[in-house]
């Protein structure tokens, strides 16, 4: 099955809380529209971390077909992986799929991941400074509050 000529997606999302079952639905709607499925989850990404997860690599496998997925497994986790990362990442694999004429699934509960490829943030690519951090954590939560208001104002808005 594919889907019908005047039907134009970009993506196809599924979003959710844990253990709603995300996957399994994906890989179902997967394998009936030849699709492929992008992890959207920032734990997922780390090898090694399959407790608390929610990999279920199994699930990725129905009557017998595995259904190709992204974006799981793919760094350690002594690396640092963010939203930045992910949108790049998941857009270039997108873009791969779409390539091939399948619609690529997005799947997960990652919903600031989500939104980021969604409405195409533009996130700039900054290295952390490590000596504004340190000044920073001497600081309470007051404090911190108090010199965000003077550089925004109403930004901390609780």
Same mark, same amino acid.
């Given at each position: &099955? ?46 090694? &971390? ?21 974006? !799981? ?32 699934? !997005? ?6 991941? !989500? ?44």
């Amino acid at each position: &099955m594919s889907l019908p000529p005047n039907l134009s997606i970009d993506n196809l999302v599924i979003l959710g809380p844990t253990a709603t079952g995300k996957t399994k639905l994906a890989v179902q709607i997967a394998k009936k529209i030849n699709g492929e499925i992008i992890s959207a989850d920032s734990r997922q990404v780390y090898r090694e &971390m399959d407790i608390g997860t929610g990999k279920d690599l199994k699930d990725y496998t129905i009557d017998g077909t595995s259904i190709p997925y992204h974006l !799981i497994d793919i760094i350690d986790p002594t690396e640092n992986y963010n939203v930045a990362k992910f949108q790049t990442d998941a857009i270039k694999i997108s873009n791969e799929i779409k390539n091939k004429g399948i619609l690529p699934i !997005i799947c997960g509960g990652t919903g600031f991941y !989500i939104k980021a490829l969604l409405m195409n943030f533009n996130i700039p690519q900054t290295k952390p400074n490590a000596i504004l951090r340190k000044k920073l954590e001497k600081l309470s939560l007051n404090e911190l509050i108090s010199k965000l208001e003077t550089i925004s104002e109403g930004s901390s808005k609780r």
